[in-house]
C-alpha cells in the first residue's frame, strides 16, 4: 500500500536528478501532487492503488470550481499524468489511470508586444538614464540592451557570468531550462552596453563576493530577477500606452520583431530555447494579429 505523500520525496528526487527539472518546476509539481493528495483524502482514497479516472476528474473539477484558469487545470493534469506514469513505473500502482485523462483546452492569450518603435524608444529611456554613469543605470541599460537583442529569460540572464559573454563575435552562453546550454546572438547595441559596464561600472561594484557573475547590484553580489523586473518597471512607467508590464514582454517582443524582420521560425526556436517548434508558432499568430490591425486602420475598404 503506497499513499501519495509517502512517495513524493522519491518523485521529487526523479524530477531533479533524472529529468533536470528546475526548482520552480519542481515546487510547481509538487504542490499540485500535494493538493491531490488532500483531495483524495477527503474522498476517502488513501492507497495510489485505489485512485479511479473519476476521483482525477473529480479534482481537476474541483479546480475549475475553485477560480483556477483553464491553463492551471491543464497544467495540473499534465502533473497528474507525470506522476502516474512514474508510479507505474516504480510498480507503486499496477495501471496508469490517467491514460484516459484528457486536458482542457487552454486559454488562448496572445503574449503582449511592444511595437518596434516602442523599443527603440525604451533602450533610448534607458540610454538617457545612464548618462549620469551611475553603475546600476549603466547596469539597468546593459541587461535590458541585451535582454531584448537576445530574448534570453530573465532567470538565465542573472545567472550569466562574464565569461559566459564574447563581445567580439556577439554571443552569449546560456543555460536554459533542464539546464540546456545555448549559445544566442546579440548586436552592436547590446555589445557597446556591455563593454561599458564591464570596462567603467561593474568594477565599481566587486566586492570579493561577487564571483564570476555578470550583472552585480549595489553591494556586489549578483542581481536577481527582483531587480531587473523593478529596472524595467521604472523605465516602462515613462512609456505611454505600453502594454508590456516585465521582462518576458521583452522576450515576446523580441521574438515577434524577429519574426516580423524576415527571421524564419526555427532560427527563432533556437534563439528562445523552445524544445517544441509548436511553442514557437505563436508568435506568427502574434504577427498576423498587429498585420491584421494595421490593416483595418489603415485600408479604406477594412
Same mark, same amino acid.
Given at each position: 500500500?503506497?499513499?501519495?505523500?509517502?512517495?513524493?520525496? %522519491?518523485?521529487?528526487? !526523479? #524530477? $531533479?536528478?533524472?529529468?533536470?527539472?528546475?526548482?520552480?518546476?519542481?515546487?510547481?509539481?509538487? &504542490?499540485?501532487?500535494?493538493?491531490?493528495?488532500?483531495?483524495?483524502?477527503?474522498?476517502?482514497? *488513501?492507497? /495510489?492503488?485505489?485512485?479511479?479516472?473519476?476521483? #482525477?476528474?473529480?479534482?481537476?473539477?474541483?479546480?475549475?470550481?475553485?477560480? *483556477?484558469?483553464?491553463?492551471?487545470?491543464?497544467?495540473?493534469?499534465?502533473?497528474? $499524468?507525470?506522476?502516474?506514469?512514474?508510479?507505474?513505473?516504480?510498480?507503486?500502482?499496477?495501471?496508469?489511470?490517467?491514460?484516459?485523462?484528457?486536458?482542457?483546452?487552454?486559454?488562448?492569450?496572445?503574449?503582449?508586444?511592444?511595437?518596434?518603435?516602442?523599443?527603440?524608444? +525604451?533602450?533610448?529611456?534607458?540610454?538617457?538614464?545612464?548618462? =549620469?554613469?551611475?553603475?546600476?543605470?549603466? @547596469?539597468?541599460? *546593459?541587461?535590458?540592451?541585451?535582454?531584448?537583442?537576445?530574448?534570453?529569460?530573465?532567470?538565465?540572464?542573472?545567472?550569466?557570468?562574464?565569461?559566459?559573454?564574447?563581445? =567580439?563575435?556577439?554571443?552569449?552562453?546560456?543555460?536554459?531550462?533542464?539546464?540546456?546550454?545555448?549559445?544566442?546572438?546579440?548586436?552592436?547595441?547590446?555589445?557597446? %552596453? /556591455?563593454?561599458?559596464?564591464?570596462?567603467?561600472?561593474?568594477?565599481?561594484?566587486?566586492?570579493?563576493?561577487?564571483?564570476?557573475? +555578470?550583472?552585480?547590484?549595489?553591494?556586489?553580489?549578483?542581481?536577481?530577477?527582483?531587480?531587473? @523586473?523593478?529596472?524595467?518597471?521604472?523605465?516602462?512607467?515613462?512609456?505611454?500606452?505600453?502594454?508590456?508590464?516585465?521582462?518576458?514582454?521583452?522576450?515576446?517582443? %523580441?521574438?515577434?520583431?524577429?519574426?516580423?524582420? &524576415?527571421?524564419?521560425?526555427?532560427?527563432?526556436?533556437?534563439? +528562445?530555447?523552445?524544445?517544441?517548434?509548436?511553442?514557437?508558432?505563436?508568435?506568427?499568430?502574434?504577427?498576423?494579429?498587429? /498585420?491584421?490591425?494595421?490593416?483595418?486602420?489603415? !485600408?479604406?475598404?477594412?
Amino acid at each position: 500500500m503506497s499513499a501519495l505523500e509517502d512517495v513524493l520525496p %522519491a518523485f521529487e528526487q !526523479h #524530477l $531533479r536528478v533524472e529529468k533536470g527539472r528546475s526548482p520552480h518546476t519542481v515546487r510547481a509539481y509538487l &504542490g499540485d501532487l500535494r493538493s491531490l493528495a488532500d483531495f483524495l483524502l477527503g474522498q476517502g482514497v *488513501a492507497d /495510489l492503488e485505489d485512485v479511479r479516472l473519476r476521483d #482525477l476528474r473529480a479534482w481537476l473539477g474541483s479546480q475549475g470550481a475553485r477560480g *483556477a484558469t483553464r491553463s492551471s487545470v491543464s497544467r495540473r493534469s499534465a502533473t497528474a $499524468r507525470t506522476f502516474f506514469r512514474w508510479a507505474r513505473r516504480q510498480g507503486h500502482v499496477t495501471t496508469d489511470v490517467t491514460a484516459r485523462l484528457a486536458a482542457p483546452g487552454r486559454d488562448k492569450h496572445l503574449p503582449t508586444v511592444l511595437r518596434a518603435d516602442q523599443a527603440r524608444e +525604451l533602450m533610448g529611456l534607458a540610454a538617457v538614464a545612464s548618462d =549620469d554613469e551611475d553603475p546600476v543605470r549603466v @547596469r539597468d541599460r *546593459a541587461m535590458l540592451e541585451l535582454l531584448y537583442a537576445s530574448a534570453m529569460r530573465v532567470g538565465e540572464l542573472t545567472g550569466l557570468d562574464v565569461d559566459d559573454v564574447d563581445l =567580439d563575435v556577439g554571443t552569449a552562453r546560456v543555460l536554459g531550462k533542464g539546464d540546456k546550454q545555448r549559445v544566442v546572438p546579440f548586436g552592436t547595441p547590446a555589445a557597446d %552596453a /556591455l563593454r561599458h559596464w564591464l570596462g567603467t561600472a561593474r568594477p565599481a561594484l566587486v566586492t570579493p563576493e561577487s564571483g564570476p557573475a +555578470l550583472f552585480l547590484g549595489r553591494r556586489g553580489r549578483r542581481v536577481d530577477q527582483r531587480q531587473v @523586473r523593478s529596472a524595467l518597471a521604472e523605465l516602462l512607467s515613462h512609456l505611454p500606452d505600453t502594454p508590456v508590464t516585465g521582462p518576458h514582454g521583452l522576450r515576446h517582443s %523580441a521574438a515577434t520583431h524577429l519574426l516580423e524582420g &524576415g527571421a524564419d521560425l526555427r532560427t527563432v526556436q533556437e534563439v +528562445l530555447g523552445h524544445a517544441s517548434l509548436a511553442t514557437t508558432q505563436i508568435y506568427t499568430h502574434v504577427s498576423v494579429d498587429r /498585420l491584421r490591425a494595421a490593416y483595418q486602420q489603415a !485600408h479604406p475598404r477594412a
